[in-house]
């Protein structure tokens, strides 16, 4: 089983920074992708950035020049590095882990609690 624990959300004010964490524990074999959604209220939840096991990252357009997404393999960790807030960047921020519990297994996804990020003056 693994375990998501999120961290760093708050209230920021527009053109502002924030950063969010998020570390994994358990007992697992491995974990594969690792990302962040967001939802706002009465919006469909979003991919926001992910990261592969190698690095690779992909971001949404409406993030892309603002956030930074990375990881650290050996404490499988990832964070997202929020700068130039806007307003519409508030949401609940999810962290979503692709995770193989044995070598054999199939990969699944599990997701953390959320941490909400408000952007307003």
């Known amino acids: 089983q693994v375990l998501l624990v999120e961290s760093g959300g708050g209230l920021v004010q527009p053109g502002g920074s924030l950063r969010l964490s998020c570390a994994a524990s358990?007992?697992?074999?491995?974990?594969?992708?690792m990302g962040w959604y967001r939802q706002a209220p009465g919006a469909q939840r979003e991919q926001v950035a992910s990261v592969t096991r190698d690095g690779s990252t992909n971001y949404a357009d409406s993030v892309k020049g603002r956030f930074t997404i990375s990881r650290d393999n050996a404490e499988n960790t990832v964070s997202l590095q929020m700068n130039s807030l806007k307003p519409e960047d508030t949401a609940v921020y999810y962290c979503?882990?692709?995770?193989?519990?044995?070598?054999?297994?199939?990969?699944?996804?599990?997701w953390g609690q959320g941490t909400q990020v408000t952007v307003a003056s």
């Open positions: 358990g007992s697992f074999f491995r974990i594969h992708d």
């Open positions: 979503v882990c692709n995770w193989r519990p044995t070598p054999l297994s199939a990969t699944r996804d599990y």
